[in-house]
């Protein structure tokens, strides 16, 4: 803050398409696709008109008690597209949110439905894992820089660590090590689901860890692990939903169905705070009963199953379909990845990881030794300060540069993107 109270503030007046400008009226590339949440580029014309539409016949009236058409409609197109089996939709209205939901309903619903089956109250999840910023969020996290203050305030969990490859917890290599840390997790999976109520996970990419890229298949055994453990699997799609990834939802890559899924930022494009939980018939049954069993999940907010919110996903969701968007995303990536190729090799940097269009490079100062650069250097902030000057906004997580551009974005935009943040580190780094 005392930084950004110095520097020159950058302020964002107005956006079409993959760019935004500012109140100077310069224009910058959204790298971020203002961070996570912008998928068929800013200003759409159909997004515009269903938002007005809606607020046409009404901005918001309360969820409790009550329901409106949008978010009846959207939940029904929402378990359409979803993993098969999940069968029911609870809303709020942040990522963070839709998994303190998650956290929530996974231990009533062990009391509830199978009191004898433990005190399943605790959680598994990987270390460098990234939920939210509220505090069960938090707890169920693990990435220090943003955690340490509030580590009294936490619940305790159980961590196991997460398949960042390139720098192995085990120190062997994929594919010859076999996955082999999916051991500890079966272990502990084995010896404490007593206490579990859950196991937490971004499915395929643990994106704010710096986009680390799980193996093929690491998702479908945690799958089978949960299930013969009988531990709820949670799967936070809210980085990895709505395109991401190159299909729809991350598990779709695996065929897996989560028992929890919690969803959010790409769910109204980019325009609405609006998010998520989604879960199976057999969860939402431990939840009836008479009046005075009080089996109500009691976990309600101000603006839950918002009309406008509500009203422009299921627009966004229209848009996939008439531009086709999945589909125009394979060439994209393709082209990403061969674009990629030469930023790869330059001295400084690690590692790229790839996944649709999250892509995640890592900076070291040693690439034989990977030595990280230190946090005093800001390699990563001087990168995208660098890139900032010549027109595209990224927002590093630490040593990682991401990209993370709109699905929309189009090849010329796309291989611009590339160029800026090639040309950034280069300057910033050295040959
Ligand atoms: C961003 C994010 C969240 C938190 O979402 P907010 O809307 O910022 O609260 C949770 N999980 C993952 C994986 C995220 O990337």
Request: with cysteine; hydrophobic share 40%; proline share 8%.
């Given at each position: 803050?005392?930084?950004w109270e110095?520097d020159?503030?950058l ?15 310069r ?7 203002s ?8 200003r ?12 046409g ?9 009550l329901s409106n ?8 197109e ?44 605790s ?43 390139y720098?192995c ?5 994929h ?22 109520a ?72 980019g ?8 879960t199976t ?9 008479t ?13 839950t ?7 422009v996903?299921l ?12 589909l ?38 040693d690439?034989?030794?990977?030595e990280?650069y ?11 300060t660098?890139a ?20 929309s ?20 780094t050295?040959?």
């Open positions: 803050m005392q930084e110095q020159e503030p302020i964002i007046e107005r956006g079409r398409g993959s760019y935004l400008f500012d109140i100077q009226g224009s910058y590339l959204d790298g971020t696709s961070v996570w949440v912008n998928l068929h580029g800013h759409h014309p159909a997004l515009d008109r269903a938002l007005k539409r809606q607020l016949k009404i901005a918001h009236s309360t969820f409790l008690g058409p949008p978010a009846i409609e959207l939940a029904r929402l378990i359409r597209i979803a993993p098969p089996g999940l069968a029911r939709v609870f809303y709020s209205d942040n990522g963070s949110t839709a998994v303190e939901v998650a956290l929530k309903m996974a231990v009533q619903y062990w009391q509830q439905r199978h009191p004898d089956a433990g005190p399943k109250r959680f598994l999840h990987l270390k460098l894992a990234y939920h939210g910023d509220t505090i069960g969020a938090v707890s169920v996290g693990n990435i220090d820089l943003f955690h340490a203050p509030f580590k009294s305030l936490v619940f305790p969990t159980v961590e196991a660590d997460p398949p960042y490859c720098r917890p085990l120190k062997l290599t594919p010859s090590c076999q996955v082999a840390c999916l051991e500890p997790i079966e272990r502990l999976l084995k010896t404490r689901h007593r206490e579990l859950g196991l937490v996970i971004e499915p395929l990419v643990q994106a704010a860890a710096g986009m680390i890229t799980h193996p093929p298949g690491y998702l479908k055994r945690i799958r089978e692990l949960c299930t013969k453990y009988n531990v709820l699997l949670i799967a936070d799609e809210v980085a990895t939903g709505f395109g991401r990834t190159g299909k729809m939802f991350a598990c779709q890559h695996e065929a897996v169905t989560p028992d929890l899924m919690a969803i959010s930022k790409g769910m109204t494009g325009y609405m705070p609006l998010a998520a939980t989604l018939e057999e969860i939402y049954k431990a939840f009836l009963g009046y005075e069993e009080f089996k109500t999940f009691f976990h309600g907010h101000s603006y199953g918002n009309p406008l919110g509500c009203a996903a627009e966004n969701l229209r848009i996939f379909r008439r531009e086709r968007t999945l125009r995303l394979r060439p994209k990536s393709a082209a990403l990845a061969r674009w990629l190729e030469p930023v790869a090799r330059l001295p400084h940097v690690g590692e790229i990881r790839h996944r649709g269009l999250m892509v995640g490079i890592e900076l070291v100062r690439r034989p030794t990977k990280p230190p946090i005093t250097a800001r390699i990563g902030h001087h990168v995208a660098e900032r000057r010549n027109g595209l906004l990224l927002r590093p997580l630490g040593n990682v540069i991401v990209l993370l551009p709109p699905l974005t189009s090849l010329p935009e796309l291989k611009r993107m590339v160029a800026i943040t090639h040309s950034a580190i280069e300057t910033v050295g040959r």
